[in-house]
């Protein structure tokens, strides 16, 4: 897995190491995942996000994911986001959760020819369509991702205290 960084100097290998263990403990297989720091734009934080993730298909298949934490959080709160933000990866990745423009099929009852009928952008999550609209607490992948976000954080974090020892400062 390629995984680029733009964050700041001093968090960059932290971060990484931090990165990598979280993804092998989700058994990610993906190709590219691009984690960059920003300031947010203050309608996200309503919900107390810290993070997104933009899904980038090449074809039928996944190019990259790239990962965007807000800056300004404090490092524990950035460090459940990249928790969190890799969980969605995750959903993607396994095919659990899509995202994109869809359409159905619907046969005309006069001329029996199959039509497409547009249903716009949103989700896909387990064979169910939730259109762009639907608000953030009831997206069941949001759900999921918060139900795991925690024990994932604890789990990553004792690894990486074992792995790295001389990065942990208490
Ligand atoms: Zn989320």
């Not at 190019?63 to 524990?76: H, M, P, T, V």
């Not at 991702?145 to 690894?159: C, E, F, G, S, T």
């Amino acid at each position: 897995m390629d995984l680029q960084l733009s964050v700041p100097e001093g968090y960059r290998r932290n971060l990484e190491n931090f990165t990598r263990i979280i993804a092998d403990v989700l058994e990610l297989d993906v190709p590219c995942i691009e984690l960059r720091f920003k300031k947010f734009a203050s309608s996200e934080e309503k919900y107390g996000r810290y993070g997104h993730v933009i899904s980038k298909r090449d074809g039928l298949n996944w190019a990259k994911f790239l990962i965007e934490i807000e800056q300004d959080a404090s490092l524990d709160r950035q460090m459940v986001a990249i928790c969190h933000e890799l969980i969605h990866v995750q959903q993607y990745a396994s095919g659990r959760l899509n995202y994109g423009e869809y359409a159905r099929s619907m046969r005309c009852l006069d001329t029996g020819e199959e039509h497409r009928v547009p249903m716009g952008l949103g989700w896909e999550w387990e064979g169910i369509f939730y259109p762009k609209g639907t608000p953030y607490l009831k997206r069941p992948w949001e759900i999921d991702a918060y139900k795991r976000q925690n024990d994932l954080m604890n789990k990553v974090y004792a690894i990486y205290r074992e792995k790295y020892p001389e990065e942990v400062r208490e």
